[in-house]
Nanobody
């Protein structure tokens, strides 16, 4: 069973914002780092952002300066704040541990983000 549950997806207009949540089952600090990933229709799943146990972050070039990632250790939750959304951000967004081969990982249901006018 995947210990991550994503929520917060919606349909928004280009230029809009959304905040996704990733609820971690158990202690969030069990994981060295937690990442957000996405999969657009007809494309492979790709890395979006990651936050380490210590709070260090990293982003894919395509979302740099538009997305931020944060964590609330008391709520065992990781957030992805998405601003200035573009149609190409349309995808199912997933959270999961970081550092493994994406094809080897088990995934939850994700949350759908659609950017469309």
């Amino acid at each position: 069973q995947v210990p991550f549950v994503e929520s917060g997806g919606a349909t928004v207009q280009p230029g809009g914002s959304l905040r996704l949540s990733c609820a971690v089952s158990g202690n969030i600090n069990t994981f060295t780092a937690i990442g957000w990933y996405r999969q657009a229709p007809g494309k492979q799943r790709e890395f979006v952002a990651v936050i380490s146990r210590g709070g260090s972050t990293n982003f894919a070039d395509s979302v740099l300066h538009r997305f931020t990632i944060s964590r609330d250790n008391f709520k065992d939750t990781v957030y992805l704040q998405m601003n200035s959304l573009k149609p190409e951000d349309t995808a199912v967004y997933y959270c999961n541990t970081y550092g493994l081969d994406l094809n080897e990982m088990t995934w939850g249901q994700g949350t759908q983000v659609t950017v469309s006018s």
